[in-house]
């Protein structure tokens, strides 16, 4: 099977993580593994694996993630970020099915009111 590194980067906002967690727990097989890498209090939460150290921004809080990873996919997540399921999408070969995600990120205004 396909493994998928789901790396999900948070400060200090558990409450957003919360939720970003739940719905990735409808996309996470026993296959794949679950990093969360958090810059601030310390959090509760099923993963895989934990990183609770301070950061220097996303891009450090990504990196410490990705060098944690053994999938040979990657998801990144934010804290904030809402999974939808969307479409089935297949894998290497005819058996091997995996569902995938895709953001879904709200219209941009475009500075007229309806």
């Not at 998928?4 to 593994?33: N, Q």
């Not at 609770?52 to 944690?68: R, T």
């Amino acid at each position: 099977m396909v493994r998928v590194s789901y790396v999900l980067t948070t400060k200090d906002r558990p409450e957003f993580m919360k939720t970003t967690l739940a719905a990735a727990a409808k996309f996470v097989t026993d296959d794949d593994e679950l990093i969360v890498v958090n810059g601030g209090q310390p959090v509760d939460c099923a993963a895989d694996i934990l990183i609770e150290e301070p950061d220097n921004g996303i891009a450090d809080a990504v990196n410490k993630g990705l060098a944690a990873a053994s999938g040979e996919y990657i998801k990144h997540l934010t804290d904030d970020d809402e999974l939808r399921l969307l479409r089935k999408r297949y894998i290497a070969d005819e058996s091997q099915w995996r569902v995938f995600g895709e953001h879904e990120y709200p219209p941009v205004w475009d500075g007229e009111f309806a």
